[in-house]
Each structure stands twice: as C-alpha cells, then as structure tokens.
C-alpha cells in the first residue's frame, strides 16, 4: 500500500515540476514563476496528506475499524 502512494506522489511530481505547463488556451505558467510554485506546492501537500489520511495504518483510521467492529458486534 505504501509504495502505491509513493509512486502516486512520484507521478504527480513528474508532473507538476516537469517544466512549462499550459493551464488554460491564454496562460501559459513557467515552472519559476511564483504562482506555479504555490500551485504545484499546495498540490504536492494536498496529495500527501489525503494519501496519509486513506491509510489504514493510521491511528485515526485504526480507531474507527475498530468501532466499526463494535457496532458490528452488537446483537440484533
């Protein structure tokens, strides 16, 4: 599961920081200008995070598989 989101997050590097983009037919971004850099940041970190949030190695995420057996548990 791991090295899943590892190559995920390697793709999407690749291709936010592979060079110029164009977002749009009129704007054109380069890979040095400010708004680029927050762009591609802010994509890298959202990834990473949802990607450490859908573990279930998590503690968070232990927690609620483990009240889900609870309630799962309980008689009918």
Do not use: H, W
């Not at 995920?8 to 291709?15: D, E, F, G, R, V």
């Not at 380069?30 to 927050?38: E, G, M, V």
């Amino acid at each position: 599961m791991k090295s899943t989101v590892k190559i995920i997050i390697l793709i999407t590097a690749m291709i936010l920081f592979g060079g110029e983009y164009s977002f749009s037919q009129n704007v054109n971004l380069d890979k040095n200008d400010p708004i680029f850099i927050l762009i591609a940041a802010r994509a890298a970190s959202d990834l990473k995070q949802s990607a450490e949030r859908s573990s279930p190695e998590t503690a968070a995420n232990k927690t609620i598989a483990e009240k889900m057996v609870a309630l799962n548990d309980l008689p009918k």
